[in-house]
Structure formats: C-alpha cells, structure tokens
C-alpha cells in the first residue's frame, strides 16, 4: 500500500510516486503546446486547418488531461490514460523506425538516422512507462491493484495492435508510393 498521510479530519491522503508526479507534469505541458499548436494552426492558416489539427490532436490531448488529473486524483482512469499513452508511444514508435528502415534508398542519412533513433526512443519511452505502471506502488496509488493484471495486460495488447494498424495505415501509402 502506498504510504499515506493523516489529514486533520482524520482522512488519509495517499502520497503520490515520484515518477507518477513528474509524468503529470509532463502531460499538463504537452496538453498545453497541443492546445497552443492548434491555435497557431488557426491563427496562421484560417479555421478549416485549424478544425483539422484539432481533430488530429483531440485523441492526445484527452489522454494528456486524463493522465494529468488523473494522476492528481489517483483515480483509475489516471493508470489507463497513462497505460494508453504508453501502447500509442510504443506503437507510433515501431512504426515510424520501419517505415524509415523501408525508405533507406530515399532518405538521406541524417534524415534516416534521426528517423530510426525517433522512433526507438519513442518505443524505449512507451515500454518504460508500460513496465512502471504495472509496478506494485503504482497499481495502488492508482486503486488498480485488485483489478486483473491479465485483463489489464490484454487490454493494453489490444490496444497496441489498434495502434499498430491506425499508424501503419498512416504510413503505409508512402513505403507503397515510393516503390519499397
């Protein structure tokens, strides 16, 4: 059980990993450039574009202030939203690492390089988080530890091969347009 602390009125306030607590510091600012980039869009390039990157965004941002509050409040949708966030990172990640290693021929070096090293470390960042959320401390600040770990598991794998299929439709096009 997390260590907890006794409030004046007699409740007990759960205390909150490290970790947990820099992740939604994280979060809260990626939520906020999000918002910033649509706006820029809109300001920039008129109300359809910015419509456009909203939608795009939207998804991210949901889990970004889903990890944030939830985080703050320990609730259980705090661990899914991180949990989603790190199958989606995962995910982009190995797509992005192949779909650069299929593009060798048309990319130059540096470009290729930077790709492939994007993309691992995004995969490197989404495993991190994955092994962490399921660690005994944060399966309880979150009150997820009487749940299933195997559900959960297989909740997580599932959302992972959605990922995998929604990235791999986004990329596919351009490794088959490009003849590799």
Aim: glycine share 10%.
């Amino acid at each position: 059980m997390p260590k907890t602390t006794q409030l004046p009125n007699g409740n007990e306030k759960k205390k909150r990993p490290f970790l947990i607590s820099a992740m939604i510091a994280l979060a809260g600012i990626s939520a906020l450039i999000l918002t910033g980039s649509v706006v820029s869009v809109g300001l920039t390039h008129g109300a359809e574009a910015s419509g456009l990157a909203a939608s795009m965004a939207f998804p991210l941002f949901t889990i970004f202030v889903g990890i944030a509050i939830g985080g703050l409040r320990g609730a259980r949708y705090g661990w899914w939203a991180l949990g989603t966030y790190s199958v989606y990172s995962t995910s982009k990640g190995l797509i992005v690492t192949l779909a650069a290693m299929a593009l060798t021929d048309q990319l130059d070096p540096g470009t290729l390089t930077k790709q492939i090293l994007y993309g691992f470390s995004l995969s490197l960042w989404g495993m991190f988080i994955l092994v962490y959320v399921f660690r005994k401390n944060v399966r309880e600040y979150f009150q997820v530890s009487t749940s299933s770990k195997m559900k959960q598991i297989l909740i997580l794998v599932g959302l992972f091969v959605l990922f995998l299929f929604v990235f791999l439709s986004q990329h596919l096009p351009t490794i088959v347009a490009t003849g590799t």
